[in-house]
């Protein structure tokens, strides 16, 4: 597999945490899969602008990696060089904070970034 096939893996994932970041902006019942499952149930409104704000901070992410491995923006190469050790990063405490966890649901979280992370790597690397 080459750097293409690693970010287009990493955009399926990161694509699905977006859309349950957006199912909870919209007052979909799963609070208890995020935030340490801290605020069970719907999310309060200050909540969902931080599952949007969340979604814009994913949506950069997942471009960087896109970037990074060529298929997206070339003009923006040089700086997603640097960028994507931040994601790395990013993804790496991700992957520690779900597994921790105490909601016991957000567990499932952790394989996803830990997938995030391994391919955010494998793009990095080339």
């Known amino acids: 597999m080459t750097e293409i096939h690693f970010a287009i893996i990493n955009a399926v994932f990161t694509g699905i945490v977006i859309l349950f970041q957006a199912c909870l ?18 999310y309060p409104p200050k909540m969902r602008v931080v599952a949007l704000v969340n979604m814009i901070i994913l949506c950069f992410l997942m471009m960087i990696v896109l970037v990074n491995a060529g298929l997206i923006l070339p003009q923006f190469l040089s700086f997603s060089e640097i960028a994507i050790w931040f994601v790395v990063a990013f993804y790496g405490i991700g992957t520690v904070l779900n597994t921790i966890t ?3 649901i957000e567990r499932i979280w952790a394989p996803v970034v830990a997938i995030q992370l391994v391919t955010t790597i494998l793009v990095a690397i080339r």
């Open 102 to 104: 105490p909601s016991k």
């Open 25 to 42: 902006a919209l007052g979909l019942p799963w609070g208890a899969a995020s935030m340490g499952g801290k605020y069970p149930g719907v």
